[in-house]
């Protein structure tokens, strides 16, 4: 076969016409045909020369598909998908072309189906339900799980071209032949028909979602369908065509309903349902050791949505460490896909409590026995050491400063947000400056155990105090009796000892609270730990953390019933029993509620997060 440009005398080639043409019964958009002439392509599944391509009309379809050996080890963030450019990551690996898994999902309308094979997954896309769903091969590196799209090529005739780090895809063009919207007992659905299947990326905004199809409209199409029918209630669809895509709009009335996409054949149609029960009962295996779980609980008669990683903390390669804003301070928050992101967790769920105000953490961070935050107000903290050893309990950290002289003070709390009259004390982990936290503090400055200095800060623009990198800072808050001892020049310890002991030889520690489960038996209470009545009965959106009879960890985001609000933390507690956890831990709960796995929240959508403080990440190698 004749190898030429896809660009030839200037048109895509000889017969080319706008806004498309046929190729073997498929509209290919020219303008996407034509990005196509890049180092490597492919059509079908076969791999082409570098920098040259047959014209398709001279293609028989599919092509046999070869082994993707001229790209080794190619990898990068950006697909351009019919000429729409997404941040979505993708590979080359042993002769397999991967996306990450979400990428097929929001960006090309694939829905994953359950699996229970680490190295498989099956994804339903124009499938007849009576017919077995397509497979894709999978495997899990750098914190994503990519799925083999060769497949997808092979059958639906893309065609796929590397150009750098971007991947490029142009898929064929079906017609969109109709819109509609139709009234459900649980809300409203769309239903698009087409002429053939079509992928479909979907974006949410506040109150409104956006669909984008690799398809052509007519004009009357676009007009009938952007009309709700008479009396229906529905807000009209806004629509317009864009090339060799088409754009619709339309908005979401409902409380906490989000989109919900599944495609179906004979006819082929894209459905769209927005529902406020809107979760999809998942069960995959995504990765050795880790588990993506999601279905609804009834508590009390009332139903609650649960997602839920299911980890197996002793299997070879993976291992927890607590994660934050960035290993140079404590102080900070920031969405926590940004921050799983930033440290290259595959997994990761919020963690402890923080100071809204100025960022300041309120709990127990402690990562390889040192103390990024300490904990406060004997909460409930769970700790685990390398082994894959887990224990959650009520934490008291009790240090004490001692001075040559033999005088004892007591140490409120370390690295903390976290102020009362007392001492409060600040290492290099805080950061390398500290910012006095209330008006009027004596900040001793301690250097290889020896005070060197002491000064009395006044005022809210006081300047940033550095902290020793081989000392530390003491604050003291209304303490003169401290401040007359620890004159410069005075030798002093710091002793630390961890009540209850068998979390002493934990260097992972992570505090939230107030402890849900003990040996089996629900323990909650809040007041014991010190948090407001308001805290302890307010129903919200929760994050916790549980352990199984069997060793398992459990990383659970739980959200609002689809006929009410989110469960209260008996409610919490009960569904943690439910999951199967002998021992359980309430986290930071409301907005902050997110659970990460492979590059994106599944458990809401990421312009609902909040920032947050810290969190426990899951890594594989």
Same mark, same amino acid.
């Given at each position: ?543 916790? $953390? ?25 409610? $919490? ?49």
């Amino acid at each position: 076969m004749g190898m030429r440009s896809l660009s030839h005398g200037g048109s895509l080639w000889p017969g080319a016409n706008s806004p498309g043409a046929r190729i073997r019964g498929r509209r290919w958009p020219i303008g996407l045909l034509g990005a196509l002439s890049a180092p490597l392509v492919w059509v079908g599944g076969e791999a082409l020369a570098h920098g040259t391509a047959p014209p398709f009309s001279d293609l028989a379809w599919p092509i046999s598909p070869k082994v993707l050996a001229q790209a080794p080890g190619m990898a990068g963030n950006t697909l351009t998908l019919n000429g729409i450019s997404l941040t979505v990551p993708w590979m080359q690996r042993e002769g397999r072309l991967g996306i990450a898994d979400y990428g097929l999902t929001d960006s090309l309308g694939l829905r994953l189906l359950n699996s229970e094979a680490v190295e498989r997954q099956p994804v339903q896309w124009f499938n007849d339900p009576g017919q077995s769903p397509l497979v894709l091969s999978a495997w899990v590196q750098g914190g994503h799980r990519y799925l083999d799209i060769q497949p997808l090529v092979d059958r639906y005739g893309w065609a796929i071209a590397l150009r750098g780090q971007s991947l490029q895809i142009a898929t064929p063009t079906p017609q969109i032949q109709s819109i509609r919207q139709v009234a459900q007992p649980w809300g409203e659905r769309l239903i698009i028909q087409v002429s053939g299947p079509v992928v479909t990326q979907i974006t949410e905004s506040s109150g409104a979602y956006s669909l984008t199809l690799a398809a052509t409209i007519s004009e009357s199409v676009a007009r009938a369908g952007g009309q709700p029918p008479t009396g229906s209630g529905f807000r009209p669809l806004q629509i317009s065509a864009a090339g060799p895509n088409t754009r619709i709009t339309g908005a979401i009335a409902t409380p906490h309903a989000r989109p919900q996409i599944s495609t179906q054949t004979n006819p082929h149609q894209i459905l769209v349902d927005l529902r406020p029960d809107h979760l999809l009962p998942l069960n995959i295996l995504w990765a050795n050791g880790l588990r993506w779980r999601q279905q609804f609980f009834n508590v009390a008669g009332q139903v609650f949505p649960v997602y839920w990683l299911q980890i197996n903390p002793t299997q070879a390669g993976l291992t927890l460490r607590p994660i934050w804003t960035a290993p140079t301070t404590a102080t900070g928050t920031m969405p926590l896909q940004t921050m799983a992101q930033r440290w290259q967790a595959a997994a990761a769920i919020n963690a402890g409590f923080f100071n809204r105000n100025n960022q300041y953490p309120l709990g127990a961070v402690r990562y390889n026995n040192d103390w990024i935050s300490g904990p406060i107000l004997s909460r409930g903290v769970v700790g685990w050491n390398n082994q894959g050893t887990f224990r959650l309990d009520r934490l008291f950290l009790k240090q004490t400063l001692t001075t040559a002289n033999g005088q004892s003070f007591p140490i409120q709390a370390i690295n903390s947000g976290y102020v009362q009259a007392g001492i409060g004390l600040y290492t290099p982990a805080w950061g390398p400056t500290y910012q006095p936290i209330l008006e009027a503090e004596t900040v001793v400055t301690v250097v290889n155990n020896q005070v060197t200095s002491q000064q009395l800060t006044t005022g809210a623009t006081q300047l940033p105090i550095p902290i020793p990198p081989n000392g530390y800072l003491l604050a003291l808050r209304s303490y003169a009796t401290a401040a007359r001892a620890l004159v410069p020049g005075t030798p002093i310890t710091v002793t630390s000892e961890l009540l209850p002991a068998n979390l002493e030889p934990m260097p992972q520690i992570v505090g939230g609270g107030p402890l849900l489960i003990k040996a089996q038996r629900i323990v909650l209470d809040p007041e014991l730990e010190q948090f407001s009545r308001a805290f302890a009965t307010q129903a919200a959106p929760r994050s916790a $953390l549980g352990l199984t009879a069997t060793g398992e960890l459990l990383l659970v985001a739980v959200h609002q019933s689809p006929t009410g609000t989110g469960p209260t933390l008996g409610e $919490l507690a009960q569904i943690m029993a439910q999951l199967g956890s002998t021992d359980a831990l309430n986290l930071d709960g409301g907005s902050s509620a997110s659970l990460y796995l492979g590059g994106r929240l599944i458990n809401r959508h990421p312009r609902t997060a909040a920032r947050v403080a810290n969190g426990i990440g899951v890594f594989f190698p």
